[in-house]
């Protein structure tokens, strides 16, 4: 199974971390990627698995070289999404998965296009939406009302996606989950189609 990458966006409450740990040993071997920082660790944070915590310097010489879909500076202290644990994880044939915004997607297709494969994952509906953000009960009434109205804004984009997965039955969206994920490994890129060519021509009998 070669190495490629899978975009995943949607509403926070999708499920869309469920779906991905109910998919782990489907899937094959993957990374999923995690944001490079300047700030220190917290306590109980580990690097590689919470974050990846670098000095300044590391960080702005990486940026420099161009080693950076994007980032932002928070409070004094950089954020963003290393480019180096990706070329890593594809040079090991692992499936790179992005859990991003809708912004995010569209950085990664232009950065890497032929590479990506991408799925919007939604529940069925915006009440439902609303019922398991509530019933979850980890964030005030204000933070909600915030991630409803991002939600309103970012099922608009869901036609720039390959895929969508109505998360209304979570065995059902994982099923389809761990379809796409496959797929998406089998999916060549513009170098390999070309190369393809070459060797259909170049064998005619």
């Known amino acids: 199974m070669g190495g490629a990458i899978l975009v995943l966006s949607g509403p926070s409450g999708a499920g869309k971390s469920t779906i991905i740990h109910k998919s782990e040993t489907y899937i094959g071997e993957y990374y999923f990627s995690i944001s490079t920082t300047t700030r220190l660790p917290r306590e109980g944070e580990e690097n590689g698995v919470d974050y990846y915590f670098v000095s300044k310097e590391e960080f702005e010489e990486d940026i420099k070289a161009g080693q950076f879909l ?3 500076t928070v409070h004094g ?4 999404t290393s480019l180096k644990p990706v070329a890593k994880a594809l040079s090991e044939n692992k499936l790179v998965i992005f859990d991003i915004d809708i912004q995010g997607h569209r950085l990664v297709e232009a950065k890497m296009g032929d590479l990506v494969t991408s799925a919007f994952i939604t529940p069925p509906t915006l009440a439902e939406l609303k019922r398991r953000l509530y019933s979850r009960s980890t964030d005030d009434k204000s933070i909600i009302e915030k991630r409803v109205e991002n939600a309103k804004n970012e099922i608009k984009a869901i036609n720039e996606f390959d895929f969508v997965i109505i998360n209304d039955d979570i065995d059902k969206a994982t099923e389809e989950f761990i379809t796409i994920a496959n797929a998406s490994r089998l999916k060549l890129s513009e170098k ?3 190369n393809l060519i070459v060797h259909w021509q170049n064998n005619p009998s």
């Open 192 to 194: 390999e189609l070309k």
């Open 77 to 80: 202290n950089y954020y963003g």
């Open 70 to 72: 994007e980032y932002a």
